[in-house]
């Protein structure tokens, strides 16, 4: 479940992931990019695909951790087992684990909804085809985005250009 690699280089073994706390440990060390921004407390970061927020990027690495350790609900394991047999990379798995994950977290905070199990185990089982097409319109959007940047930065330097005394 964790980063072999990682739970290696922090001496832990497997039975010590039962622990939350020590997955916690794990997690933050699998994640080496957002070191600056959690010592500086930087709420945002972009590194290059779109805004994220460290901390609560962790908080969703955690929560499908203690899912999957628990094995409740059972689809998250079931889920995450279909993702890897279809050729996905562990982290990448988190991540889209971690998507209904945040819609139910968003669907409590905005609408006040209670945690809707439904919802949750339906949310798994669009996986992956719900993630590939978020990832399609992301990378469209980003691309648009930095588009629009370039075309804002070359309007100033012409608007610049223009005023300058001939
Ligand atoms: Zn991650």
Do not use: C
Not at 70 to 89: N, Q
């Amino acid at each position: 479940m964790a980063d072999p690699e990682v739970v290696r280089d922090l001496d832990l073994s497997v039975d010590d992931l039962a622990d939350p706390d020590v997955r916690s440990v794990v997690i933050r060390h699998e994640h080496p990019e957002f070191e600056d921004a959690l010592q500086d407390d930087v709420d945002e970061i972009d590194l290059g695909y779109g805004q994220i927020n460290p901390r609560l990027h962790l908080a969703m690495h955690e929560i499908v951790a203690t899912q999957l350790w628990e094995g409740d609900p059972p689809e998250v394991w079931e889920t995450a087992a279909r993702l890897r047999d279809a050729g996905y990379e562990r982290h990448e798995i988190f991540h889209m684990l971690g998507r209904p994950v945040s819609n139910q977290i968003w669907a409590g905070w905005q609408d006040r909804k209670p945690y809707d199990r439904a919802r949750h185990v339906a949310d798994l089982r669009a996986l992956p085809g719900s993630w590939e097409r978020e990832r399609s319109t992301m990378s469209a959007t980003n691309r648009h985005e930095v588009a629009r940047k370039q075309a804002r930065r070359s309007a100033r330097a012409t608007r610049r250009r223009n005023r300058r005394p001939k």
